[in-house]
T-cell receptor, first 109, second 114 residues
């Protein structure tokens, strides 16, 4: 079966750095996405990785290792507005997204 | 630009009744999707459409039907609602299905079936 694993919840301090991990087992791989979802709102796109390595976009970076079936999202200089759920999704061999359950990130002052 | 709109925002529905959730996008995206999101679970794909005139079944299609008569609209119909269909429903679209084309999401419809 297909499976995406991420921690259920993480807590971090404002101004700090946090790394959210995602491991996956899917039928085929055609890219990995990270989305942010604030409570009661729709998911919004953060990053896309298809090749191994690090993609940096401002305070957010995403890393992929295809051989290990592993990705992480790195958030730097955390702000209170970063409190949200972070969703990992893998595009499988049918070009459909398989979603993890999301990691709820709590930022404390 | 409106992006993707969904209607209604929320609905309480009696079991056995039918309902259509509406979704419209103005980005001229080829692909559209319907997901449901339940607490503790990832988004699950109900149905999708890679282009106008075509539809496909996702992971959890039973009890739902869709149509794609044109590029902009992708309605989701529940023929006879059951309590297990209580969920938040998101419509999404993408320019195409491959490459770096991310999916854009509508604001969601919160459906309660009693």
């Amino acid at each position: 079966g297909q499976n995406i694993d991420q921690p259920t919840e993480m807590t971090a301090t404002e101004g700090a750095i946090v790394q959210i991990n995602c491991t996956y087992q899917t039928s085929g791989f055609n890219g990995l996405f990270w989305y942010q979802q604030h409570a009661g709102e729709a998911p919004t796109f953060l990053s896309y990785n298809v090749l191994d390595g690090l993609e940096e976009k401002g305070r957010f970076s995403s890393f992929l290792s295809r051989s290990k079936g592993y990705s992480y999202l790195l958030l730097k200089e955390l702000q209170m507005k970063d409190s949200a759920s972070y969703l990992c999704a893998v595009r499988d061999s049918n070009y459909q997204l398989i979603w993890g359950a999301g990691t709820k990130l709590i930022i404390k002052p | 630009t409106a992006g993707i709109t969904q209607a209604p925002t929320s609905q309480i529905l009696a079991a056995g009744r039918s309902m259509t959730l509406r979704c419209t996008q103005d980005m001229r995206h080829n692909a559209m999707y319907w997901y449901r999101q339940d607490l503790g679970l990832g988004l699950r794909l109900i149905h999708y459409s890679n282009t106008a005139g075509t539809t496909g079944k996702g992971e959890v299609p039973d009890g739902y039907s869709v149509s794609r008569a044109n590029t902009d609209d992708f309605p989701l119909t529940l023929a006879s609602a059951v309590p297990s269909q209580t969920s938040v429903y998101f419509c999404a679209s993408s320019l195409a299905t491959g490459s770096a084309n991310e999916q854009f999401f509508g604001p969601g419809t919160r459906l309660t079936v009693l």
